[in-house]
């Protein structure tokens, strides 16, 4: 019989047991990571959204001191923008 080999199964168990907890402490910090992750997306886009919410109030305020002037400008300029484009539509095709 030999005697030396008792002590190596109980380390091979104790090796799974070891490898197994590692892989549990990782979980957890990817589920850390994560989590971390998603509250950083969430709150950037929060303050996108604020920035939008913001821009489009300080708009409508404009909007109402001015009276709506500058909305009609606005639509002047469209106009004009369109015709100088289809004008230049009518060149190419002329040449």
């Given at each position: 019989?030999?005697?030396?080999?008792?002590?190596?199964?109980?380390?091979?168990k104790e090796e799974k047991k070891r490898g197994k907890e590692e892989q549990k402490e990782e979980?957890?910090?990817r589920?850390?990571?994560?989590k971390k992750e998603r509250k950083r997306r969430a709150r950037e886009e929060g303050e996108e959204e604020r920035k939008r919410r913001r821009k489009r109030e300080e708009e409508e305020e404009k909007k109402r001191r001015t009276g709506g002037e500058e909305e009609k400008k606005g639509g002047k300029e469209k106009r004009e923008k369109k015709k100088t484009?289809?004008?230049?539509?009518?060149?190419?095709?002329?040449k």
């Amino acid at each position: 019989m030999k005697k030396g080999n008792k002590g190596k199964k109980g380390g091979k168990k104790e090796e799974k047991k070891r490898g197994k907890e590692e892989q549990k402490e990782e979980k957890k910090k990817r589920r850390k990571r994560r989590k971390k992750e998603r509250k950083r997306r969430a709150r950037e886009e929060g303050e996108e959204e604020r920035k939008r919410r913001r821009k489009r109030e300080e708009e409508e305020e404009k909007k109402r001191r001015t009276g709506g002037e500058e909305e009609k400008k606005g639509g002047k300029e469209k106009r004009e923008k369109k015709k100088t484009e289809k004008e230049q539509k009518r060149k190419r095709r002329d040449k």
